[in-house]
């Protein structure tokens, strides 16, 4: 979260001309209700189950650029699913960038409800390291343009021997 994982997302399908599909976006329009609210009302696991559904039906698109939710990658499965289908980009930025981004949204975020945020945000990235470091392209977005991203993104998929 705070990555930019949306918004580069949606920059990086327009420079490519391919579809953009946000996860988190699916599930709310599938469910009628919000990531939070989901997370409110049945609990991370109800929402881990629809986002692995949401990730295999994902992984099945072609030629698609998907952004998902962080914990995605903690589910083996889903890893698998979607480097079958592409090439699986993290983006990555500091506790202090995260906190940054997220500020103006975090009674939004149920990850980082209650508690410190800074505290929480620096256990998520300790606990998902292993799993972030699965991506087959990582790009740290803190002190970056968008178009910086995007650009280097895509020249990495370009180029595979960059990766």
Same mark, same amino acid.
């Given at each position: 979260?705070? /990555?930019? @994982?949306? *918004?580069?997302?949606?920059? +990086?399908?327009?420079? +490519? ?6 996860? =988190?976006?699916?599930?709310? @329009?599938?469910?009628?209700? /919000?990531?939070?609210? &989901?997370?409110?009302? #049945?609990?991370? #696991? ?16 072609? !030629? ?8 995605? +990658?903690?589910? !083996? ?11 699986? *980009?993290?983006?990555?930025?500091? *506790? ?11 009674? /939004?975020?149920?990850? +980082?409800?209650?508690?410190?945020? #800074?505290?929480?945000? #620096? !256990? ?14 990582? &790009?740290? /977005? ?5 178009? =910086?991203? *995007? ?13």
């Amino acid at each position: 979260m705070g /990555t930019g @994982k949306s *918004v580069v997302g949606k920059l +990086l399908a327009q420079k +490519l001309n391919r579809p953009f599909l946000d996860l =988190d976006r699916k599930i709310e @329009k599938e469910t009628g209700r /919000t990531v939070r609210q &989901i997370f409110t009302e #049945q609990g991370e #696991q109800a929402f881990r189950a629809l986002e692995a559904k949401g990730v295999r039906e994902a992984a099945e698109l072609k !030629e698609h650029v998907i952004a998902t939710g962080g914990g995605v +990658l903690c589910d !083996e499965k889903n890893v698998k699913a979607l480097k079958a289908g592409g090439v699986l *980009v993290c983006l990555t930025a500091s *506790v202090e960038v995260i906190l940054e981004r997220t500020a103006a949204t975090l009674n /939004t975020r149920p990850l +980082l409800a209650g508690g410190d945020p #800074q505290e929480r945000i #620096q !256990e998520l990235l300790r606990l998902r390291a292993p799993y972030y470091a699965q991506a087959d392209v990582t &790009i740290d /977005t803190g002190g970056r343009t968008l178009q =910086d991203i *995007v650009k280097e993104i895509s020249c990495r998929l370009e180029n595979p021997t960059s990766r």
